[in-house]
């Protein structure tokens, strides 16, 4: 299998996109989300997305032993997670601290928005 580079995503892009509900996506939209979604669809970094946004930002040193994965699998994970935009990190000393980017968060919450129109289920 081939490792592919995911570009690293320009949220003002994603910003400029209507709910999927509203109308059909275009070509160069889908292709700017696309990798936020690839990178939520992982087990493990689905995991870890959940572990760094259930507090302000969390340590690398802390989420490596939820796993029994090796330390440069997890560092490959959360650069997906970087990448995409999902997160933000800074290096402290010898550790790299992780939290999410909320705006990532509110944008591909818009996007998934269904509006039933009759105020109902």
Not at 59 to 80: E, M, N, Q, R
Request: proline residues 8%; neutral net charge; contains cysteine.
């Amino acid at each position: 299998m081939s490792k592919q580079s995911l570009p690293v995503v320009d949220l003002n892009a994603v910003a400029c996109c209507p709910p999927i509900a509203v109308r059909p996506m275009e070509a160069d939209q889908a292709a700017v989300v696309a990798p936020m979604f690839k990178a939520l669809g992982d087990p493990v970094r689905l995991r870890l997305m959940s572990m760094i946004a259930s507090v302000p930002e969390m340590c690398v040193c802390d989420l490596t032993p939820a796993f029994d994965l090796s330390g440069p699998t997890i560092s490959h994970h959360l650069k997906v997670l970087r990448e995409a935009g999902l997160v933000d990190s800074e290096r402290r000393g010898t550790w790299v601290w992780y939290r999410v980017r909320p705006d990532a968060f509110r944008q591909l919450g818009a996007l998934l928005e269904i509006s039933t129109g009759d105020g109902g289920a």
